[in-house]
C-alpha cells in the first residue's frame, strides 16, 4: 500500500514536467495556465497517508502456541486496518520483554501491545518515556495512571462457567481435573468460573492443580497425569503450557476444553468447546481513541455480550441430548445479565426437580435452578402446575 501511493505520486510528478515541456514547446502564454498544475500540490495531500500503522506485540509464549499469545497476533491480524505488524515472542524472561517494549517505542512504532500481566512492572517505567506511543497492556484492569496506556482483560470467568456446566454432563466419575500456570490474571477467573459451573451443573470435585509456571509443558502433562490417577475423567486447563496437558487427555481417550484460543487442533476427537479471545472487538475502540487524539488512560474487558468472548464448539464431538442447547441459553443468559455466575454453587448437585410424572415425559430439565429466571420458573409452575423444587437432577 505505502509503496503504491509513493509510485502513483511519481507517476504524477512526471506527468506534470511532460505537461510543462509540451506547453513551453507549443506557446509559452499556457505555461502560465499550467502553472494551476501547482494544482498537483493536491499530490502532498497524499502525504497525510503516511502509511501503515506499525503495531508491535511482545508476548511471553510462541506467537501459534493456540493460547494466550496466539489470541493476540489472530486478533490484531483480524482488524479491518493497513497494518504493519512486528512480533516479539517467547519473553518468558521480563527483563527480555522490558527491553523489546522499549526497543519497539524507540523505533517509532505507534502501538506497543505488552501482553503479558507479568509486564506491567516494567511498562510503567517505560511508558512515561515516550508519550507520543500508545501502550496496550493485558491482561490487567486498569492503566496505573498512565495517559498513553490501555488495558484490557476478559471476562474469563463467563466462558469458563459454560465450560464447567457443559464438562459435568460429560463426567462419570464425578471428578473433573484443572491444570493452571501461576495463580494470576485471566487463568483465576477462568478456572473460579470453571469450577462454579461445574459444580453447578453437579459434577461432584473440582480439583485444581496450578504448576507455578506459564511454559513448563513437562510439568502441565504431569499435572494432568496426576489428576486421572485421582479419578479425573475430564479435563481442562489455562495458558500457554497447556499443550503438555492436552497430550495426556488426547492419550487417555480424556474429553479437554480449551481457553484463550480455539484447541481443537491439538485433539481434534477430544477437544469440546474452547472460550476464544477476540481481542480485535477492544482493539479496534483502542484505536479508534487514538485516531481523535486519546492515546490511552481506558480500561477495556471483552466478554460474551460484545462478543469479545466466543465459545467455539467442536462438532466432532458429540454432546449429550440437550447440552448444547442448554449451553447455548446459558451463553445468552450471561451476555444479558439474567444468568448470576456469581452466585455460589452448593457442592454436589444443585439444580431444579419438578414432578415430571406431572409432565410430559419429553421435557427435560438442565439445572434451571443456577440459571433460570425466578421469573420464569413461576411461569413455568402456573403453566404445567407443578412444583419446582431442588435436589433433583433428572438424566439427559
Keep these: 500500500m505505502k509503496k503504491w501511493i509513493r509510485i502513483l505520486a511519481l507517476f504524477s510528478a512526471v506527468g506534470m514536467v511532460a505537461v510543462g515541456c509540451g506547453s513551453d514547446a507549443e506557446s509559452p502564454a499556457p505555461t502560465t495556465t499550467a502553472a494551476p498544475a501547482t494544482t498537483a500540490a493536491p499530490a502532498t495531500t497524499a502525504a497525510p497517508d503516511v502509511g501503515p500503522l506499525r503495531v508491535a506485540i511482545v508476548a511471553p509464549s510462541a506467537s501459534d502456541d493456540l493460547a494466550f499469545s496466539q489470541s493476540m497476533v489472530d486478533s490484531v491480524n483480524a482488524l479491518d486496518r493497513d497494518i504493519e505488524l512486528s512480533i516479539t515472542d517467547g519473553t518468558f524472561i521480563i527483563e527480555d520483554a522490558a527491553a523489546a517494549i522499549r526497543g519497539y517505542a524507540e523505533d517509532g512504532h505507534d502501538v506497543v501491545i505488552a501482553h503479558g500481566t507479568q509486564f506491567g512492572a516494567s511498562l510503567m517505567e517505560i511508558a512515561p518515556d515516550f508519550p507520543d506511543v500508545t501502550f496496550a497492556w493485558g491482561t490487567a484492569t486498569d492503566t496505573q495512571g498512565l495517559d498513553n496506556v490501555f488495558a484490557y482483560a476478559p471476562a474469563a470467568d463467563e466462558g469458563g462457567y459454560v465450560n464447567g456446566w457443559i464438562a459435568s454432563s460429560l463426567t462419570e466419575t464425578g471428578v473433573i481435573g484443572v491444570v493452571g500456570p501461576i495463580e494470576a490474571g485471566d487463568a483465576v477467573a477462568y478456572i473460579n468460573g470453571f469450577e462454579a459451573g461445574a459444580l453447578a451443573g453437579g459434577a461432584a470435585e473440582v480439583n485444581v492443580t496450578y504448576t507455578g509456571s506459564f511454559g513448563d509443558v513437562a510439568l502441565a502433562a504431569e499435572a494432568a497425569e496426576a489428576h486421572l490417577a485421582n479419578n479425573a475423567d475430564v479435563l481442562t486447563g489455562t495458558a500457554q503450557m497447556v499443550v503438555g496437558a492436552v497430550g495426556v487427555a488426547a492419550d487417555n481417550d480424556v474429553p479437554w476444553f480449551g481457553t484463550q484460543a480455539n484447541q481443537t487442533s491439538l485433539a481434534p476427537d477430544l477437544v469440546v468447546a474452547s472460550q476464544v479471545y477476540h481481542w480485535e472487538v477492544v482493539l479496534e475502540e483502542m484505536l479508534s481513541l487514538r485516531d481523535s487524539g486519546v492515546l490511552g488512560g481506558q480500561a477495556f474487558e471483552i466478554n460474551l455480550a460484545n462478543g469479545g468472548l466466543v465459545i467455539e464448539f467442536n462438532d466432532a464431538f458429540a454432546l449429550p441430548a440437550g ?35 406431572e409432565v410430559d415425559g419429553d421435557l427435560n430439565f438442565y439445572n434451571w435452578s443456577e440459571y433460570m429466571d425466578p421469573d420464569l420458573i413461576t411461569a413455568f409452575q402456573d403453566q404445567y402446575g407443578v412444583t419446582v423444587t431442588e435436589d433433583f437432577y433428572p438424566s439427559n
Design 323 to 357: 447440552v448444547r442447547e442448554g449451553a447455548d441459553a446459558m451463553i445468552t443468559g450471561i451476555g444479558t445479565g439474567t444468568v448470576d455466575i456469581s452466585a455460589p454453587a452448593s457442592g454436589g448437585l444443585d439444580v431444579v426437580a419438578c414432578g415430571l410424572d
